[in-house]
């Protein structure tokens, strides 16, 4: 069976990530030990996973008519992404992001623009790639063009993933769409909840939807009917920077049910992802090939083949 495609629409940034010795707001100066510029932003490194796993995978976003738009460009054609829905506009400059990553935790600091106004003026994301088999990934950027892509997908009866940190009105709007909403404890905590099982009874009530929260390395919770069930993170080496953990678990997840995998599986799979990409400076510092997953991956849970939704 040929696999299904994997869409996503949503953030492509450039990172600029450094490796510091320990985080210091008062310090005037800050040294470096190791510093990337690289492709990244949830869904440029998210489709690059799914891409690197063997699927075929069309991103649908809009950078810049700038430098920065053509290193993201270059990184996505060489992972195998099609490329011809990422958008480049004069008026929406590349975002550039800034990531200070701690040398001993691999734990991170962002340096963000806010993007809201630039995304009020992106130009219109052709959709038309989205049919009745697709895994569509969303990530809460582009809110206008999102909601209707999450309709479209609804509408067809393609199967749609949301990657969501804050629960935003644009992101609140996107839920009732959503069939696998899969959130940080950023998320939860934003909601004021008690704690990641309020999140998931919340999001299954309210939103039908099947609700997954990561938290980082100790893997994350999941519903099982009424159930909560924990998944457990994969062990690396040496966790160098966590940054992009969260865009390879959603990644490798989409290619997994692209794949056929059974949703428990699928969800081992990102995991797994998640784990390696840890294991380097950048977002997208190491990602998952077809041929690892065969030689290193091993899901002994239940339920392998059949096919999740
Ligand atoms: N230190 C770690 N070691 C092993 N696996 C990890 C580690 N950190 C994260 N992961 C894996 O990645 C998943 C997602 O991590 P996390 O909850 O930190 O996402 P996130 O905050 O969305 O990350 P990002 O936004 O940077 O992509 C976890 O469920 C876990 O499986
Ligand atoms: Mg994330």
């Excluded at 993201?72 to 800034?98: D, F, M, Q, Y």
């Excluded at 009020?120 to 994301?125: D, G, Y």
């Excluded at 400076?281 to 339920?303: C, F, I, K, N, P």
Aim: net charge positive; charged share 25%; hydrophobic share 45%.
């Amino acid at each position: 069976m040929a696999f299904r495609p994997v869409v996503g629409l949503g953030l492509c940034v450039v990172d600029h990530s450094y490796r510091i010795e320990g985080f210091d707001a008062d310090a005037v100066r800050t040294r470096f030990i190791e510093r990337r510029v690289s492709a990244g932003g949830m869904i440029g490194t998210a489709v690059c996973q799914a891409a690197a796993l063997g699927c075929r995978t069309h991103v649908l976003s809009v950078v810049g008519d700038d430098a920065e738009g053509t290193i993201i460009c270059k990184a996505l054609r060489a992972a195998g992404v099609e490329t011809r829905r990422l958008l480049r506009s004069a008026r929406v400059p590349t975002t550039v992001a800034v990531v200070l990553v701690d040398r001993r935790s691999g734990e991170r600091h962002f340096i963000v623009p806010d993007r809201r106004g630039i995304e009020a003026e992106a130009p219109a994301l052709d959709l038309s790639v989205i049919g009745p088999m697709t895994v569509l990934l969303v990530d809460g950027h582009f809110p206008k063009q999102a909601l209707a892509a999450v309709r479209r997908a609804r509408e067809l009866g393609a199967t749609v993933i949301g990657d969501f940190h804050r629960p935003r009105p644009g992101v609140r709007r996107l839920l009732p769409y959503v069939d696998h909403a899969i959130v940080p404890m950023e998320f939860v905590h934003a909601r004021g909840d008690a704690d990641a099982r309020e999140t998931l009874h919340d999001l299954a009530a309210r939103h039908g939807c099947r609700p997954v929260v990561t938290q980082g390395r100790r893997g994350g919770l999941f519903l099982d009917g009424r159930r909560v069930r924990r998944f457990r993170a994969h062990a690396v080496g040496r966790v160098v920077d966590t940054t992009g953990a969260g865009d390879a678990f959603h990644g490798a997840f989409a290619a997994g049910l692209a794949q056929g995998l059974a949703y428990d599986a699928a969800l081992d799979l990102g995991a797994f992802a998640a784990a390696r990409n840890c294991t380097a400076l950048g977002g997208a510092g190491r990602l998952t090939t077809s041929a690892e997953m065969r030689r290193e991956w091993r899901y002994s849970g239940s339920g392998r083949g059949s096919r999740g939704r």
